[in-house]
């Protein structure tokens, strides 16, 4: 009898090991796939940044256009052409 709980213990043990095991490369492999996300991201936000700027100098571009037209629309005498 006490082979055979010394045997089962064995079992445990060695099953508990292996799930331990298991439970750390999963939880490897979880890390190293948000790390991955979090660098796409990062690439996106960067991409993103990069355009925002140059759409911001077209806007401010087109509202300078805007400001000009407004300014010669205004002006009822004619002095600014």
């Known amino acids: 009898m006490r082979n055979l709980a ?8 060695v099953g508990g ?3 331990v095991v298991v439970a750390d490369q ?7 796939a948000v790390r991955a996300e979090i ?3 990062e690439q996106q936000l960067d991409a993103s940044h990069g355009e925002n700027l140059e759409l911001a100098e077209k806007l401010t571009a087109l509202r300078s256009q805007i400001a ?3 300014a010669k629309l205004a002006d009822t005498t004619g002095f600014l052409k």
């Open 6 to 13: 010394v045997v089962v213990g064995g079992l445990l043990l």
């Open 68 to 70: 000009e037209q407004d």
């Open 17 to 19: 090991f292996a799930l």
């Open 39 to 41: 660098d796409r991201v």
């Open 26 to 32: 999963e939880r490897t492999s979880a890390l190293a």
